[in-house]
C-alpha cells in the first residue's frame, strides 16, 4: 500500500450541504477501492492565486490517505467528470521520508580557506602593477 496526499479545489458557489455531500462521496471512492483514509484536512474558502472558470476563490480540500494506485485513480477519474471540482493534484508520498524516528544528518560547513588581501598590501599590489 502507498500513501497518497490529494487536493482539490470546489466551486464556491455550491451551498454548504452539496460541498460536504461532494467531499463525503469523494472520501467514499478511497474506500470503496481498499484505501485507508489517514487524515481529511478542510481548508474551508480561499482567494484563488488567478481566476479558475470565472471563479475567484474556492473551497480547498485535502485527503491523506493509504491504498492501491487504483484510489488515486479511480479520484482522479471522478474530478473530471464533477463540474463543481476546479483544480485538483495527487501525489505519491516517499515511503523513506514515513518512516517515524528517522535521524536527520546535519552537514557542518568547513571554513572556506580562500586568503583575502589585507587592505594595505592591496594597495601595494596595485602599484607595483602601475610601473
Known amino acids: 500500500m502507498n500513501q497518497y496526499e490529494t487536493g482539490f479545489i470546489i466551486a464556491p458557489n455550491l451551498s454548504e450541504e452539496e460541498t460536504t455531500a461532494l ?23 480561499r482567494k484563488l492565486a488567478y481566476r479558475i ?4 476563490e474556492g473551497f480547498y480540500v485535502f485527503f491523506t490517505y493509504e491504498a492501491s ?4 485513480a479511480e479520484l482522479e477519474r471522478k474530478f473530471k467528470q464533477t463540474d463543481s471540482i476546479l483544480r485538483f493534484l495527487t501525489i505519491k508520498k516517499d515511503p523513506r521520508d514515513l518512516i517515524k524516528g528517522k535521524k536527520k544528518v546535519k552537514v557542518e560547513e568547513q571554513p572556506v580557506a580562500a586568503e583575502q588581501p589585507e587592505p594595505e598590501a ?10
Open 53 to 56: 472558470k470565472k471563479f475567484n
Open 122 to 131: 592591496a594597495g601595494q599590489v596595485a602599484s607595483e602593477e602601475e610601473k
Open 23 to 45: 467531499i463525503n462521496q469523494m472520501a467514499e471512492v478511497v474506500s470503496s477501492k481498499q484505501g485507508k483514509m489517514i487524515k481529511q484536512d478542510l481548508w474551508g474558502k
Open 69 to 72: 494506485p487504483a484510489a488515486p
